[in-house]
Nanobody, 124 residues
Framework: QVELVESGGGLVQAGGSLRLSCAAS??????MAWFRQAPGKEREFVAR????????EYADSVKGRFTISRDNAKNTVFLQMNSLKPEDTAVYYC???????????????????WGQGTQVTVSS
């Protein structure tokens, strides 16, 4: 069965850093992505990466601060988050799809598989 497990979330002060990990199993994942959802808000796109790691894309709100990467040998995707802001506070979800094709949109329905999420809280 397919399983995505996020880890690395926690409580940090503004300006701090966190590194999230997502370990995938039971899936030949191609494009993988990170989304986040704050209380009372819709889930939003954060970053995505191709199977080879050669293509990445970021939401404007995190560009220059977050870096997505992957280690296919470990079947794991990472999200390095630097210069964190209180508005980054959210549950962060790992997503994957078993298609090589780069998604046309950043909508959540582009991804068939999701992790349970890991909480990131940034205090001011």
């Amino acid at each position: 069965q397919v399983e995505l497990v996020e880890s690395g979330g926690g409580l940090v002060q503004a300006g701090g850093s966190l590194r999230l990990s997502c370990a995938a199993s039971g899936l030949s994942s191609y494009v993988m992505a990170w989304f986040r959802q704050a209380p009372g808000k819709e889930r939003e796109f954060v970053a995505r990466i191709s199977w080879s790691g050669g293509t990445t894309e970021y939401a404007d709100s995190v560009k220059g601060r977050f870096t997505i990467s992957r280690d296919n040998a470990k079947n794991t995707v990472f999200l390095q988050m630097n210069s964190l802001k209180p508005e980054d506070t959210a549950v962060y979800y790992c997503a994957a799809r078993s298609r090589r094709l780069w998604p046309v949109t950043t909508r959540t329905d582009e991804y068939a598989y999701w992790g349970q999420g890991t909480q990131v809280t940034v205090s001011s």
